[in-house]
């Protein structure tokens, strides 16, 4: 039997202390993280604390920091860890308050789920039925990934942008958001796409960290599932924000270089339209480049922007033609998808 | 000599031109031949993704058809490209997703066959180079720094495109350059988070709470300077760096390397064919501890 050292990140509430402790645990192999803190706190402290319940990664109580990185302390043997830091150090989730050593007040991880109401609004126009709302399995098998969610946390307690931003609505509760947007049975897509591309801290906040996808013990993909929510906003049409200009922006620079135009994306961020209305905020969003842009003057990187370089000739013309190509395909799909839909509408109706 | 199709990136060949000429002075010395993709197209970077992920997909299909028909490993040197480089590879292991691609591709004489492994240049360094190699070539030994490693996120997440397993190295690259050019390794928790330029336009106090954050824990856990494989990461640590010392109210001045710079400074480049004067934050002091 192996000896293992834990490191954990303990806090007493009564005397507002924090401190590290280290504790040796006799290990088996096969062991889990969640065995060796029972052990400690059967052997050795009881009075340390943190939560389980189910030990199988059902539950998603048992979600803490294991070398800095959040996962279910049940689904993680020592060996695995120790591969990673030894000692092994635990410390409870971040981004949220600590209630007791491990244990932290989920409530603001939880809140996030109310301000996305993310529960089924059924259609009103149907009659509900008998038994249960049923779906589809090929519709469900598209969007499936994202109802794995246990609710343990761990991608909120990694979260980059929730760490600087109590407003950010998360990773789980817009991968659950993004859930219902794509389930039919689901009768507010389109006000679910508005609100998650226009609220403060909804899908424009997130930076692309891949933090969610590879703390989430349940494959989830919450980043993809913000990703796809972000397209299908702009599909519908909800591109007054800075997300949506931004991308608008990057991606005509590269059509007409084949490369990012640096030069022109600030003034399309903050929207050439807003800048020419003479709306006061943008002007002052413009003003705020100033700064960066003298330090890049003095720094000589504004000649290398200014030269804008781009593909070569034969390379641009090769972009605009597959702009060109992928553009004409999108259009031809709507046109087929307008049409099937009236097919379906007609085939409904005659029934 | 070794060969590669290089993809220097847009940043490279804008805002961090420094990234670009400190590239090409270390391939020179090492002997690398580079032959640049200038007919390639930005990866989207997770942008143009945003609204048209089919248009990335193809872009990013056409530059690794490129490196195929060279017969040339890829080369990246910036985390943003290298991540959605891979990320895009791994999409098309799908062969008829692929075959949907290929129709865009056929026009110009160009298939992607799925072979690529896109890989960047710190990564070439550690696996084709060699630690050996490297050593050898050490002429000035950083003994005196102390440098924080600063990954950018899509070299190191989702980690189960970037072959961890496969290649060991890839998990800790930063801190085995660091250690092998003589330097001593400053760990802090930023160091394997967003910079927060992808939000920069969108929200600003954030994206620079979050870089300001991480340079304020590096520089007091004594780092001189952090070292960085990504450019984007290096705009937002570097050229916003006085005013993200504003959005957290404390004194910043931590200069920022890009991997072919410490690399050059190591094997006795001088600092100005490494770019070294042209930061944002003044690099003097730390080419003064090393006597470059």
């Known amino acids: ?351 | 000599m070794s060969k590669y199709a290089f993809w220097p990136g847009c940043v490279a060949r804008g805002a961090a031109p420094e990234l670009y000429t400190s590239t090409l002075a270390v391939a020179e010395h090492l002997g690398m031949d580079l032959v640049e993709l200038e007919a390639a197209a930005c990866t989207g970077a997770g942008i143009i993704s945003d609204g048209e992920p089919y248009l990335q997909d193809v872009l990013n299909a056409r530059t690794m058809a490129m490196s195929e028909q060279m017969d040339l490993p890829l080369m990246d040197i910036c985390s943003t490209c290298v991540g959605v480089h891979r990320l895009a590879a791994e999409k098309f292991r799908d062969v008829d997703y692929r075959i949907r691609i290929n129709h865009h591709l056929a026009p110009e004489g160009l298939e992607y066959r799925g072979t690529a492994d896109p890989r960047h240049l710190l990564w070439i360094m550690l696996e084709d180079v060699g630690i050996d190699r490297i050593n050898s070539l050490v002429k000035k030994p950083l003994e005196e720094l102390s440098l924080g490693p600063f990954y950018g996120c899509y070299i190191i997440r989702p980690e189960r495109t970037l072959d961890f397993d496969e290649h060991p190295t890839r998990r800790n690259s930063l801190e085995q350059l660091i250690e092998i050019l003589g330097a001593t390794t400053v760990t802090y928790d930023g160091m394997t988070k967003c910079c927060g330029f992808p939000i920069l336009t969108m929200n600003k106090k954030n994206s620079l709470t979050m870089a300001g954050t991480h340079l304020d824990e590096a520089q007091s856990k004594g780092a001189d300077a952090l070292v960085t494989p990504c450019p984007l990461c290096h705009l937002n640590l570097d050229a916003q760096q006085p005013d993200a010392a504003k959005v957290i109210d404390r004194n910043l001045n931590l200069p920022i390397l890009h991997v072919p710079q410490l690399l050059g400074l190591a094997m006795g480049i001088e600092p100005e064919k490494l770019g070294l004067t042209r930061h944002v934050v003044d690099t003097n002091r730390l080419l003064n501890k090393i006597g470059a």
């Open chain 1, 1 to 351: 039997m192996a000896q293992q050292e834990f490191i954990i990140q303990r806090y007493n509430p009564d005397t507002d202390e924090s401190y590290e402790e280290s504790f040796n645990v006799d290990v088996q192999p096969g062991q889990t993280v969640l065995d060796s803190l029972n052990a400690i706190k059967w052997e050795q402290d009881g009075t340390l604390s943190f939560r389980m319940s189910c030990r199988h990664a059902i539950c998603g109580s048992c979600a803490m920091k294991v070398n800095g990185q959040s996962m279910l302390s049940c689904q993680t043997q020592v060996d695995a860890a120790a591969e990673r830091g030894d000692p092994i150090r635990v410390g409870p989730q971040g981004n949220q308050n600590v209630v007791k050593d491990l244990v932290v007040d989920v409530s603001k991880f939880l809140d996030q789920f109310e301000r996305a109401e993310t529960w089924l609004e059924p259609h009103e126009d149907q009659a509900p039925p008998e038994k249960e709302y049923r779906q589809q399995v090929e519709e469900f098998d598209h969007w499936s990934h994202a109802s794995t969610c246990i609710h343990c946390g761990a991608c909120y307690s990694d979260c980059t942008v929730a760490a600087v931003d109590e407003n950010f609505l998360g990773p789980a509760a817009l991968a659950k958001a993004y859930r219902f947007v794509m389930d039919s049975r689901d009768s507010r897509r389109e006000e679910r796409l508005q609100f998650l591309s226009e609220e403060q801290g909804g899908i424009w906040d997130c930076t692309r960290c891949y933090m969610c996808v590879q703390a989430c013990p349940k494959d989830v993909l919450p980043m993809d599932a913000i990703m796809e929510l972000r397209t299908m906003a702009i599909e519908a049409g909800f591109t007054n924000n800075h997300g949506s200009r931004h991308h608008k922006g990057f991606t005509s620079g590269v059509r007409k270089r084949g490369r990012l135009d640096e030069m022109m994306l600030p003034v399309q961020s903050v929207g050439i339209g807003r800048l020419l209305t003479g709306n006061i905020g943008a002007h002052k969003e413009m003003m705020d480049y100033t700064p960066g842009a003298i330090r890049l003057l003095k720094s000589r990187k504004l000649l290398t922007i200014a030269q804008r370089h781009g593909a070569n000739a034969e390379g641009r013309e090769q972009i605009e033609r597959i702009f060109e190509e992928v553009e004409a395909e999108k259009h031809h799909h709507d046109v087929d998808s307008e049409a099937f839909g009236a097919e379906f509408e007609t085939a409904l109706g005659g029934h």
